[in-house]
């Protein structure tokens, strides 16, 4: 079976060169804009404790804006949760946070948290929202998933991508292989993301039993070079490729 493979564009990075400066150039809601123009089925953004990058003022302003299902990338606190059952978006992103973290270091450890994810996650559920654990590629992990009542597995490709080019990334990539489609058996939709760029999505893209990658800071470093519609614009055609 060949399932489409959706793409959801990651616009922190967008409001990270904002803040910079502290105003209101460049808009990642104008990014969120043109990613749609691109070929993006989804809008991912990140509304970290700290705000470091993505403010609240984002989000209020793309649920307004954007007419493609917003993905809210959250960590599982109590505000958070208030604000994802305010904005109700399309879908919500459980990740770990840590403050001195530069990126989402890792997986969320649902095995160790079972007792404080499940109610969250029902509580999101519950609002309508789609809510995914992003993990590491771990088949323990994925059943906790399913056993605190997500729908979605968002399979951390980190590792894979920062292997170095041959048995070791072979061996990553075999990881994220066997997880994604544990994830399908027991009934989870699976999606895949991080660190994803033009020379590591092709292998990930091939997998078909990956529904959606979310993909972020490399399309807004090239986007320097080569504009934002081409550089999601050639993402997506590597991911057309790789189904094809
Ligand atoms: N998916 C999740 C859950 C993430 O936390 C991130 C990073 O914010 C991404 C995907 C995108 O990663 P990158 O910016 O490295 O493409």
Do not use: W
Request: net charge negative; aromatic share 2%.
């Amino acid at each position: 079976m060949n399932r489409s493979l959706r793409l959801g564009v990651n616009i922190d990075h967008v409001a990270t060169i904002r803040n910079a400066r502290g105003g209101r150039h460049p808009d990642p809601v104008r990014a969120a804009s043109l990613a749609a123009d691109s070929g993006a089925d989804g809008i991912t953004a990140h509304l970290r404790e700290d705000r470091r990058h993505i403010s609240d003022e984002d989000i209020d302003r793309l649920m307004d804006a954007i007419n493609l299902p917003l993905n809210l990338e959250m960590a599982a606190t109590p505000e958070m949760v208030e604000i994802a059952l305010r904005h109700k978006p399309h879908a919500a992103c459980i990740v770990p946070e840590r403050r001195e973290e530069r990126t989402t270091e890792g997986g969320l450890d649902v095995v160790g948290n079972k007792a404080g994810l499940s109610p969250l996650v029902g509580a999101l559920g519950a609002a309508g929202i789609r809510v995914s654990l992003f993990i590491e590629p771990d088949l323990h992990q994925i059943d906790a998933a399913r056993a605190v009542g997500a729908r979605v597995v968002e399979l951390h490709t980190g590792a894979y991508c920062d292997a170095a080019f041959g048995p070791r990334r072979e061996q990553e990539l075999a990881r994220v292989v066997v997880a994604a489609r544990h994830a399908e058996a027991i009934g989870l939709e699976c999606h895949a993301g991080h660190g994803l760029s033009y020379d590591t999505v092709l292998p990930i893209a091939e997998i078909a039993t990956i529904v959606e990658l979310n993909i972020g800071h490399f399309l807004i470093g090239e986007a320097i070079f080569i504009g934002l519609e081409d550089s999601i614009r050639q993402m997506r055609q590597l991911m057309t490729q790789a189904r094809a």
